[in-house]
């Protein structure tokens, strides 16, 4: 094999970059994103599945540790809300919101010690 073929096969694709951006045709974006989504949706779903197994695997209450917390803040600030405590009846925002985001904040604080 002579010189000018071994150049010709090691030759690789040329890549074409040039300043287009992919948004423009914006509905065509948009197709490849859900088709992308599509395409991924059931190999995420297994990794968040195969994820929370993974975390909660030798916990003594399993998944109970995952939800319950938050539900439990949530039911007793819904009970308290409704017997008239005042500091939680005052307010703008629904102190469940409050109390489920602090406890997410807890949860998300402690995983990452």
């Known amino acids: 094999m ?27 974006f948009l197709q490849t994103v859900r088709n992308d989504v599509i395409q991924v949706l059931p190999f995420a779903k297994r990794l968040f599945i195969q994820n929370v197994v993974k975390r909660y695997r030798y916990s003594s209450l399993g998944l109970f540790w995952a939800f319950i917390p938050s539900a439990l803040i949530a039911i007793l600030l819904t009970l308290g809300q409704k017997a008239g405590i005042s500091a939680l009846t005052t307010q703008n925002v629904p102190p469940q919101v409050y109390g489920i985001f602090g406890i997410v904040m807890m949860q998300i604080f402690l995983e990452s010690l």
């Open 2 to 28: 002579n010189n000018s073929e071994n150049n010709k096969t090691n030759v690789s694709p040329s890549i074409v970059y040039n300043a287009s951006s992919q948004l423009v045709p914006f509905k065509s």
